[in-house]
């Protein structure tokens, strides 16, 4: 009775709901593309799946992760998402990786997946992913969103396009993600369920099941703009000379990522909480700091920083800041190269900031 609105559309069937069953799909991101997607492949019995992220819950993920719920701040996000989603359905069984995948246990963990998701929030991992993908020869089902518009789409090297065939490589200026440019939580909705529809397809796809009168993303890009409630659906062509794909699989190097930031902050999880034990840095503007900051913090803007004026060596353990993690993470680099140690910075930023605030120039 579980599946009966789903098993009686003629184009699924008990065979449809069968191949579900067995499917295994491994999702990379449990944020806000990953938490309605996996909801929707747990209630509709996707047999297996893969969690892949490092992160615990925070305030400001709730406004969109619909996977998470206030009293969930602090925790792990894989671990509340396999509550929740076997708490839904008990047929489903998530196998939890609670890492950032990364070129060393990337081919590892996705071995044993028949379809991924790309679900992350960075165009690093993007990358990673889909040369993964077309290395082990698996369709990636790929969203994005930024702002008020969202993208989806299925690379599949074998079968089409890869994602280098549209942007070759990775872009060398830094690209806002959600937390400086913003994203509403009901378009992580739209493109997230998109993404699970397509996860769906591929299922019956792989099984030779895929109604004749259905087709998936595979080689076409849909943009959806929730400003003005347009979608558009453009082809994709392969690119012969793509510097993936047109390689022989064996020959793929999967590329290394910059994660050390994310890595530092996953080992003290606890900023907020223990915050007097750490010496703060503010890398927001004037402006910024005079409406409020970390007590005790010391302030340097990243304009300045990036003009050449580093302050002198500070000892002992510090963070940095800004408003939403982006530009921090920036000044963490810019730190580290010029030998700062035991630095780290503060992903939620002052937007997520929870502590105590010092006001006043
Ligand atoms: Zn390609």
């Not at 996996?38 to 047999?47: N, P, T």
């Not at 993908?133 to 079968?159: D, H, M, T």
């Not at 900031?353 to 120039?361: F, I, S």
């Amino acid at each position: 009775m579980r599946y009966a609105r789903q098993t009686v559309l003629a184009d699924l069937g008990q065979e449809g709901q069968a191949a579900f069953a067995e499917a295994k799909v491994l999702i990379v991101g449990v944020g806000g593309l990953g938490s309605p997607l996996a909801l929707y492949l747990a209630a509709a019995g996707v047999g297996c799946l893969g969690l892949v992220d490092a992160d615990r819950v925070s305030l400001s993920n709730l406004q969109r992760q619909i996977l998470f719920q206030t009293p969930d701040i602090g925790q792990t996000k894989v671990t509340i998402a396999k509550n929740n989603l076997e708490a839904l359905n008990p047929d489903v069984r998530c196998v939890l990786h609670p890492v950032f995948l990364d070129n060393q246990n990337a081919e590892d963990i996705a071995k044993d997946y028949e379809i991924i998701v790309d679900a992350s929030d960075n165009f690093e991992t993007k990358y990673l992913l889909n040369d993964l993908c077309v290395k082990l020869n698996r369709p990636l089902v790929y969203g994005s969103i930024l702002r008020f518009k969202g993208q989806a789409s299925v690379f599949w090297a074998e079968r089409g396009p890869c994602y280098r065939c549209l942007f070759p490589r990775l872009p060398r200026e830094a690209i806002p993600n959600c937390a400086e440019a913003g994203v509403l939580g009901a378009l992580a909705g739209v493109i997230g369920s998109i993404q699970a529809l397509e996860v769906m397809k591929l299922i019956l796809l792989m099984k030779d099941r895929l109604p004749v009168h259905h087709e998936t993303l595979l080689g076409r890009l849909l943009s959806f703009d929730a400003a003005t409630m347009t979608q558009t659906i453009n082809r994709l062509p392969k690119d012969p000379d793509c510097p993936v794909c047109s390689r022989a699989r064996e020959d793929i190097v999967l590329p290394e990522l910059d994660l050390s930031c994310a890595l530092e902050t996953e080992a003290v999880p606890n900023l907020a909480r223990d915050w007097q034990n750490y010496r703060w840095i503010d890398v927001r503007e004037q402006g910024e700091w005079d409406q409020g900051r970390v007590p005790n913090a010391l302030h340097w803007p990243l304009s300045k920083l990036n003009q050449g004026l580093i302050p002198e060596k500070i000892s002992g353990p510090t963070v940095i800041y800004c408003q939403s993690g982006v530009r921090s993470r920036q000044a963490l680099k810019r730190l580290k190269a010029e030998d700062f140690v035991a630095v780290l910075h503060y992903p939620e930023g002052f937007g997520g900031w929870v502590g105590p605030v010092e006001r006043g120039k």
